[in-house]
């Protein structure tokens, strides 16, 4: 008798748009930050409400245009809330590690952290927040 394994498709089309409203949520929040921090607010209330911005975007779009999935909107969204502060967890401490232990410049240590914090969360919200 022979088994065959069932081996999934990589989901290329899901990555690449999860990457692409990742890259327009990221500017959306650096442009709010910006114009809160014009406007004389405070640098961490100012951060605080840009990433809520943005992640609250990210979800909504995710939720459409990458997983396709309408149910359970409010379970979801806490689920995806705490997926992206866990990565926000994972990038300070992947910045930690690379710019205090290893000397490294911190803008490049900041690039290395984006590839994996954006896995991170891509499998994570895949498989727990947006699973069918």
């Known amino acids: ?9 990589f989901p290329l089309k899901q990555v ?17 930050f910006y114009i809160l921090r014009k406007n004389a ?11 809520n911005i943005g992640i609250i975007t990210s979800f ?7 997983f396709k999935v309408k149910n359970f909107i409010l379970k979801r969204a806490v689920k995806f809330f705490c997926v992206d502060y866990c ?18 410049k ?4 900041k690039i290395i952290s984006i590839f994996f914090v954006a896995f991170f969360q891509f499998t994570l919200n895949k498989f727990v927040t947006f699973k069918k």
Do not use: E, P, W
């Not at 008798?1 to 498709?9: E, P």
């Not at 926000?88 to 590690?97: E, K, Q, T």
């Open 1 to 9: 008798m022979r088994m065959f394994i069932k081996i999934k498709k």
């Open 16 to 32: 690449i748009s999860y990457c692409l409203i990742g890259l327009f949520c990221a500017c959306l929040d650096a442009s709010i």
């Open 41 to 51: 607010l405070n640098l961490y209330l100012a951060n605080f409400i840009s990433v």
């Open 60 to 66: 909504l779009l995710n939720r459409h245009f990458t």
């Open 87 to 104: 990565g926000l967890g994972l990038s300070m401490l992947i910045m930690y590690i690379g710019t205090a232990k290893m000397g490294q």
């Open 106 to 109: 911190d803008i490049y240590v």
